[in-house]
């Protein structure tokens, strides 16, 4: 009789000693056979503890063991929902405490390669302090803020975000320029001076964004506004130039003289003072240009008394007054020139055909003939014009972060026909610089572009780290590597954004391809993400994104639209101020930028600080509850209620740029 077979001896632990042995076994094996795959492919077989503890995770988490996790939990044992940082440790815990309940010995288990609980915690908080510095005295989640333009000329700005709670200050290398970088940089490092405290700089490169390409322009309608006359009340009527078709259009007008307009020269050769051009505009008014006088040989003044609005379509009828009558010099109706252009307008409704082409090829609404009949659909260029041979049916196409979605129906080296599938109900205006994402598609860009790889000699010379954008696969990120290495930055700290599916696939290996070798990080980029996988899926994604980099030790940044509303309006919303929250179980949390960027710095430190107390990664925290100390007897006397709503945190109407300095919500709690 073993003692498995022991009077006495509750058979359910019996069979979950049973299973976790085998758990642990299939956790060993399935980790060494990645490690080895993955050597096999490198210089050196050799990895760190947390990757060894990635690798085990992944292995451990090919099952489903929601069943077994039920049935530890009945037992009071540990359910395996915190093994993150430390996968096997705590998988040997729960055997042995098991085999104590079996009365077996103590087993004989092989140390295993990878940290246990105390160092895999500790490993997550260090690589945490190499990336983003120490944490603030009463928060541990860093906060990182994308710098807007201004704060390459406004230092006051970078201080008042630096005290309000910025650890961590983006630079986006795709907008701005070097030497407007520079100037930012300079005003965060006196920032670092003044306040006293450490502020880590990283620099977004572009990477491939795609995008559409340019519209094609039209003529856009002009405005004549007499202006009110300051000392009589009366409105002065609005100056016009008449020039000859050939000559150039000043619109606005520049240096105070009136706008210029362009007629047929030969009508401009039958003018007369007192002339008038009557017409009716764009809204059906009735307007008219008086002619006043020549100005030159070949240009005219006239001054239209009411406000009216002209169209290249606008027709005009040149009147004379003769024998007390106003009777047209000419049959021919008159049209004016000379107006501004604008970008057509792309309207796109669901059912609607799009070609995207070559970005040579100007965008363009569709070409209807005289009966309503589509002869040429809408087109649109693509900035990265190698992605349309990439192409097939059946491929999802979305614009805009998502506002538009297509299919492709034809494909070709040149050009791809798309059917619009999703779409507003009055429709969707395209316009050029607007996102593209191709959900599932390999594109072949290559990780980095020539602008990349420009930016990167300013960034290893100024920043603390680079962030990664739209890196796909663990040749990626080698890419980048080989890259930092031949400038001597081996050293530096990489964030790596995860954007797309593709990345989500292979994100595994882009972590393990980089564990050990560089300070990583990775971003959760949920913008593109939410593109990309579905804004309904989102919501898992991420978290299984928190997990997984806690297994590689690594730390996460939780992106994109947090406090969006708050920081660009001054009001909050809700579900974002939930969101905030939830942000605490990441190491690093960013804001994006706007003109109440310093009330939404000051409200989400207040919202991190509150919640780390009752959130520490996936694990809730019990700290004592004051909503279960007051009771059902004391009316809730013991909860503080003082601190303001978010969306009345600054009640000015002024922006941060500008607004007085505001206090951080008073302190409330309700646990």
Known sequence: MTKLDQPGVDGEYRALLEEMHALRQQVVVGAATRLQELAARKESGEFPASACNLAQYLAMRCRDLRPLQLRLARKGLSSLGRVEAHVLASIDEVIRVLSGLCAQPEPMLEPPPAPGFDAGNELLALNTRTLFGLPRPGRTARVMVTMPTAAASDGELVRALLESGMDCARINCAH???AVWRRMIDNIRQAQRVVGRDCRVVMDLAGHKVRTGPVADEPAATQLRPQRDASFGRRKPVAVRLAPESAPAV???ANGQPPTMTVDPRVLAMLSPGD???FSDLRGKTRKLIVERELDDSTWLARCRRRAVIGPETSLRLMRRENGRWAPVDPEPVYLGGHRTRPMRIVLQIGDALNLTWPERPGRPARIDADGRVVEPARIGVTA???LK??????PVWIDDGKLGAVVVEAG???ALLKVTHAPPEGFRLKADKGINFPGAQLQLGPLSEKDLADLDFVVGHADLVGFSFVETASDMRALMEELERRSAGDLGIVAKIETERALRHLPDIMLSAIGRHPLAIMIARGDLAVEIGGERLAEIQEELLWM???GHVPVVWATQVLESLAKTGSASRPELSDAAMSVRAECVMLNKG???????????????????????????????????????TDGAGVSAQAPPASAANSSTESDATAAPISAPASTSLG
């Open 176 to 178: 701005d320029s070097p």
């Open 251 to 253: 619109e606005p007008p």
């Open 276 to 278: 008038r051009l009557s």
């Open 385 to 387: 014009a190698s992605v």
């Open 390 to 395: 990439c192409l097939s049916p059946g491929q």
């Open 413 to 415: 080296p040149r050009s």
């Open 549 to 551: 980099a806690e297994a």
């Open 595 to 633: 003109p109440f960027i310093v009330t939404a710095l000051r409200v989400l430190d207040d919202i991190l600080r509150r919640m780390q107390d009752h959130q520490q990664k996936k694990m809730p925290q019990l700290r004592a509850l004051q909503l279960a100390a007051g009771g059902a007897g």
